[in-house]
């Protein structure tokens, strides 16, 4: 019933309610990988090729290394406020999309990729306000299509993190996170809190009123010992 395994598309995603997706627009993906158990973010190496922020529901794209054809049709089925998310093996030899699939996707309103591998054409998200690629890096050489196989909408791996499709996409300067629809209420409301505090934080800093009496309080708790004397006088 499902088709060969590697091979096949499911045209299906469930999507989260507009509304639910636009709970974590300006919540910092550092807030949210905290509401998380600090360990949700993709990896260091899928980083921001520009300034734009993303912000989408997730279409999913498992591509063998060096064929883009999957992708292809990604682009073709993805909606405005989707972002295509592509598990390209990590390969870091053959760029999987250029300028002009990033063009197309900008027509339909697509936000932007996330690649697990790397891109070529990143002149031109210099020129973009509304829409951004992560991705391991830059790479001239192109990948080729029509070729096959892949699929699309499958749990897939970007970023040693799993995407399921429908997961709702976060990105910013910091990195790119995933958040799956049936937790996602709950994860917005508690990294808005952390924003808050962590604002309020900041402020105290910036008038020198922030206090510090937490470290010290922190190291007796664990056990640390603190010595009235320089180290050569204990020796």
């Avoid at 590697?6 to 910092?28: M, N």
């Avoid at 049936?182 to 917005?188: G, W, Y």
Wanted: hydrophobic share 40%; charged share 25%.
């Amino acid at each position: 019933m499902s088709g060969p395994v590697g091979f096949r598309v499911f045209t299906k995603v469930k999507r989260a309610d507009p509304a639910l997706v636009e709970a974590f627009r300006d919540l910092p993906v550092c807030n949210i990988d905290d509401s998380m158990n600090k360990i949700a973010g993709a990896h260091s190496a899928i980083k921001p090729l520009n300034s734009v922020k993303l912000l989408g529901t997730a279409i999913t794209v498992k591509a063998p290394i060096g064929d883009n054809l999957m992708y292809h049709q990604a682009i073709s089925m993805a909606q405005a406020g989707d972002v295509i998310v592509v598990d390209g093996g990590g390969c870091t030899e053959r760029a999987i999309c250029g300028e002009n699939m990033m063009q197309i996707a900008r027509q339909k309103g697509i936000r932007g990729f996330v690649v697990d591998g790397t891109v070529r054409d990143s002149a031109a998200l210099d020129t973009f306000d509304d829409f951004n690629i992560f991705a391991r890096g830059i790479m001239p050489n192109a990948s080729y299509k029509g070729l096959g196989p892949g699929e699309m909408n499958v749990p897939i791996a970007v970023g040693n993190q799993v995407v399921f499709p429908g997961d709702i996409i976060v990105g910013d300067e910091d990195g790119v996170i995933a958040v799956r629809p049936e937790q996602a209420r709950a994860i917005a409301d508690e990294a808005k809190k952390l924003k808050e505090k962590e604002e309020a934080n900041l402020q105290l800093i910036l008038k020198g009123e922030s206090d510090r009496s937490w470290v010290q309080k922190a190291l007796e708790e664990r056990g640390c010992r603190f010595y009235n004397c320089s180290w050569d006088e204990l020796m």
